[in-house]
């Protein structure tokens, strides 16, 4: 057993290894233009993110009284996103060297998201992060996605470890909540600073690691650190 004794990393893809709502967002701008709706900015998009596809679906045809079916809208908006994610997808540079740090430990880790299982597999495959994050668990294959814990869940059963044994490492608050109702600590690095205070953010902060700066404040190093500096609560 080495430095980091039990412990499995669980990844958020998209806003948290992957910059991906940009895509997210012009794949959604889009799909709803299709549908007449014109003027879908960037701050309508921050509704949503955090939160499975199939759940952005149901809220829009809500909010904006979409007549056509969820399915119709959901297979639209991914192959919008699909086409989008393989012509482009930006891995930020430290939860690169995070991953591959955990790697050379000989770590267990997964990805559990929101996203579609082809759209995972697509940005994994296409950023070169395929082969170090093998185990990938979709809220296609779930009952419920986040803010309930099943993702995390079931990427903890395919690693064959025990929640509280894992570390979920996310971007937003839905995911963060998600970990916690899991039993598993978070290291959480918010995709949108202003949300940092967000009651589920100082959970993170008060039973993992919060990085209030996000991205531009993650570095690997420091995450590493803290899991090593954290392992003797795992034993």
Known sequence: MGILGS???????DGTLVDSEP?????????????????????????????STQETIAL??????LEAPAEELLADKNRRYLELARASTRVYPEMRAFVHLLAKEGVPMAVASGSSREAIEAILAG?????RLKTVVSADEVPR???????????ARRLGAAPADCVVVEDAAPGVAAAHAAGMRCVA??????QAD?????????AGLLVRGGQSAFTARGAFDWLVRSARRFT
């Open 7 to 13: 412990i499995s990393v669980v990844f958020d893809l």
């Open 145 to 155: 996605g986040k803010p309930a814990p099943d993702v995390f869940l079931e990427a």
């Open 189 to 194: 690095v918010p995709y949108l600073a202003a």
């Open 198 to 206: 967000a009651p589920a953010f100082a959970t993170a902060a008060a």
């Open 60 to 65: 829009w045809q809500e909010r904006y009284g």
């Open 127 to 131: 950023t070169g992060l395929a082969d």
């Open 23 to 51: 895509n997210y967002f012009e794949a959604g701008r889009q799909t709803l233009a299709e549908q007449g709706v014109t003027d879908f900015t960037w701050a309508d998009h921050e509704r949503y993110i955090g939160i």
